[in-house]
């Protein structure tokens, strides 16, 4: 089965940028999708990007799209996030997650990396 790993995450100062990273290993060929999700204090977990293995298909909350970009590096095994302009309101545990061929479900997940942006 696939382990996730992510790394980047911080503290920054709101109008900063901080790129995630998320490294995949065992079962990497299985991949579909991955995405980064997030969870704030009180706050359900939320979608923020999702892309398919070609890269061709990305989608993005409303929240952040213009200020965030998911990438995908099939040869690395390692899925990315930049996040420019961030806002305070950005703060949140990310999470990467894995969607497998023939699965409808995102059903395996990263540690998770904190996110702290501050005002």
């Known amino acids: 089965q696939v382990q996730l790993a992510e790394s980047g995450g911080g503290l920054v100062q709101a109008g900063g940028s901080l790129r995630l990273s998320c490294a995949a290993s065992?079962?990497?060929?299985?991949?579909?999708?991955m995405g980064w999700f997030r969870q704030a204090p009180g706050k359900e977990r939320e979608v923020v990007a999702t892309?398919?293995?070609?890269?061709?298909?990305?989608s993005y909350a409303d929240s952040v799209k213009g200020r965030f970009t998911i990438s995908r590096d099939n040869a690395k095994n390692t899925v990315y996030l930049q996040m420019n302009s961030l806002k305070p309101e950005d703060t949140a545990i990310y999470y990467c997650?894995?969607?497998?061929?023939?699965?409808?479900?995102?059903?395996?997940w990263g540690q998770g990396t904190q996110v702290t942006v501050s005002s």
């Open positions: 065992g079962g990497t060929f299985r991949s579909y999708a």
């Open positions: 997650a894995q969607r497998e061929f023939g699965k409808t479900d995102f059903d395996s």
């Open positions: 892309i398919v293995w070609s890269g061709a298909y990305i």
